[in-house]
C-alpha cells in the first residue's frame, strides 16, 4: 500500500496516531481511515493539521498526487497543478 500525504507528514514529525487523532478529535481507528484514504478530511479537521504542520489546509483536501522538492532553503510541494512555498 502507498504512503499517503497524511502518512508522511506523521511520519516525518515522528507524531503517533494517538496524537494526531487527540489533535483532530477523532479516534485513533477513524484517524488510521483518514489516513488510509477509507475517509475523507472535513473542513475543521484539515484546519486543524494544517496548523499543527504549518501548511496550507487546502493541500491536506485535495486528491492529486504531490512531488515534493527541497531545494536550497525552500521547500516546495507541487500540487497537480497549484505550487505551494514555504521558506525555512
Not at 485513533?28 to 475517509?39: A, F, P, Q
Not at 487546502?58 to 492529486?64: C, G, P, S, T
Request: net charge negative; proline share 1%; charged share 35%.
Amino acid at each position: 500500500m502507498k504512503d499517503t500525504l497524511l502518512k508522511k507528514l506523521r511520519e516525518e514529525n515522528k507524531f503517533g496516531t494517538d496524537l494526531i487523532a487527540a489533535k483532530i478529535d477523532t479516534s485513533i481507528e477513524e484517524y488510521l481511515e483518514l489516513e488510509n484514504g477509507i475517509r475523507k478530511l472535513d473542513l475543521l479537521q484539515a484546519a486543524k493539521l494544517g496548523d499543527l504542520y504549518d501548511i496550507d489546509p487546502r493541500h491536506l483536501l485535495e486528491l492529486a498526487e504531490s512531488i515534493n522538492y527541497n531545494i536550497g532553503t525552500y521547500s516546495r510541494t507541487i500540487y497537480s497543478s497549484n505550487y505551494f512555498e514555504k521558506g525555512e
